[in-house]
Each structure stands twice: as structure tokens, then as C-alpha cells.
């Protein structure tokens, strides 16, 4: 199996930038696809980022042109950096590990990380 836990958030203003962590740890990191969730309080959550196992990436219309994941399998960590943050990017952050290997899903989180986008 696959933990992960999520480090960086944390109190910008609006237009601020911020960085997000995701370390793993288990077997076979580079084989998962990557993904940054997010939910706000009494909201669904929602995909940000996406970066599949061969390095291609996704993003949410909302986020697009602001935000970049990125991957570091050497040291099995993957990233989301934010930039031009809005108050609407407010919160809690989750990272994802998610694989199907011969029809058998893996899916794993992280316990989230706070971002609050506030003058």
C-alpha cells in the first residue's frame, strides 16, 4: 500500500502563491497516477491536477495557467504549485495515488493540507 501525507498550506492573500508537498511512501510510486483533490467546507470535492505515470498532466478549467504539478519519482514526491491564488481556491487540499493494474484499482489519500486565500 501506498501513505501519503500533504505539507505546505497554510494563510496567503489573494494573488499569493503557495506550494504543496506530497510524500509517499510503498512500492512503486512511479507506476500511480498523481492527483491533487480539493473540498471546501459543505462542497463536493474536486479534481485540481492530474500527473498520469508517464508525465503527461491535467488540469481543472478553474485552475489552468495558475497551477502546476509536478513529480519527483526519485524521491517519491509529487507537487502542486499555486500561484495567483483567489479566495475561491480556499480549501483543504488532498493528495491521491491511483493505479489499476490488471483490472484491480489502488486508491489512496493523503489527510489533507488547509489553504485559506484571504485578505
Known amino acids: 500500500q501506498v501513505q501519503l501525507v500533504e505539507s505546505g498550506g497554510g494563510l496567503v492573500q489573494p494573488g499569493g502563491s503557495l506550494r504543496l508537498s506530497c510524500a509517499a511512501s510503498g512500492s512503486r510510486f512511479s507506476t500511480y497516477d498523481m492527483n491533487w483533490y480539493r473540498q471546501a467546507p459543505g462542497k463536493q470535492r474536486e479534481l485540481v491536477a492530474t500527473?498520469?505515470?508517464?508525465?503527461?498532466?491535467n488540469y481543472a478549467d478553474s485552475v489552468k495557467g495558475r497551477f502546476t504539478i509536478s513529480r519527483d519519482n526519485a524521491n517519491n514526491a509529487v507537487y502542486l504549485q499555486m500561484n495567483s491564488l483567489k479566495p475561491e481556491d480556499t480549501a483543504v487540499y488532498y493528495c491521491?495515488?491511483?493505479?489499476?493494474?490488471?483490472?484491480?484499482?489502488?486508491?489512496?489519500w493523503g489527510q489533507g493540507t488547509q489553504v485559506t486565500v484571504s485578505s
Open positions: 500527473i498520469f505515470s508517464s508525465g503527461n498532466t
Open positions: 491521491n495515488a491511483h493505479r489499476i493494474l490488471l483490472r484491480v484499482p489502488s486508491d489512496y
